[in-house]
């Protein structure tokens, strides 16, 4: 009997991690979209071209859109509301210091709740600001806020 008890728990245990490795893949999934129209919006601002990153800030923030998870999107709130803010912007600078904020915001689901090891936080410690870069696509340091003057300062986090 305690056997039989054994072996119901360890099929529970099995079963319910299966469960929640099927979930995280669909969040992965969703984030990935994200993360991946986030790279283009990096792309845009390494660019520094302020219409192209005023249009993808509205791709990325559709892509945050279809994530199912409540508490990611939770978390994603204000990272939505400096989507709006980068739209609406006329200034690279301002955009810039929106961008920050909204890649601490993807940063803190990235690590916390929806790890993807092809990328990673990087840091510029003369601008002072975060972003987030495939690692696996670029090894250079590809750094969106002083892409003119410093385009490759800052390291991986």
Sequence with gaps: MKLLSLLILVLQVAFAQEQSTHKHGVENKQFNKVLNEYEVLHQAFFDEKLEKTKSQAKVVSAAISEIKDPEILKLLDYTQKKLTELQNSNDL???KEAMNVISQG????????APNKNYAR??????????IQ??????KVMNPYASASMPHCGSKK
Aim: aromatic residues 14%; proline residues 4%.
């Design 122 to 131: 990087y840091y510029c410690p003369m601008v002072k600001k975060y972003w």
């Design 93 to 95: 600078d301002q955009s």
């Design 134 to 139: 495939n690692i696996k696509d670029s090894e």
């Design 106 to 113: 993807i940063l803190n689901v990235l690590e916390k709740h």
